[in-house]
C-alpha cells in the first residue's frame, strides 16, 4: 500500500498546483494516510469510496481544470 499511496502522493502534490479536482483526491490520500495508522481500511471503506472515484477522476484528467474568476 505504501509505493501507490506515495506515488500517487508525488503526483498530486505537482498537479495540485493548477487544479482543484486534484485538491480534493489529496485530501482524500491524506485522510487514508492518516487512517492507515490506527483504523482498519476496509471497515471504513463504505465511506471513503466516493473519495477513490473523484482520486481516479483526478489521475486521469489530462487538461486542468479551475474554476472560473467570479
Given at each position: 500500500m ?64 479551475t474554476?472560473?474568476?467570479?
Amino acid at each position: 500500500m505504501a509505493v501507490p499511496l506515495v506515488s500517487t502522493l508525488i503526483v498530486f502534490l505537482i498537479k495540485a498546483q493548477n487544479d482543484m479536482s486534484v485538491r480534493i483526491g489529496l485530501g482524500l490520500i491524506a485522510t487514508l494516510a492518516l487512517y492507515s495508522f490506527g483504523e482498519n481500511l476496509e471497515i471504513l471503506a463504505y465511506l471513503y469510496w466516493p473519495g477513490l472515484v473523484l482520486v481516479g477522476i483526478a489521475l486521469r484528467q489530462r487538461k486542468p481544470t479551475t474554476y472560473p474568476d467570479l
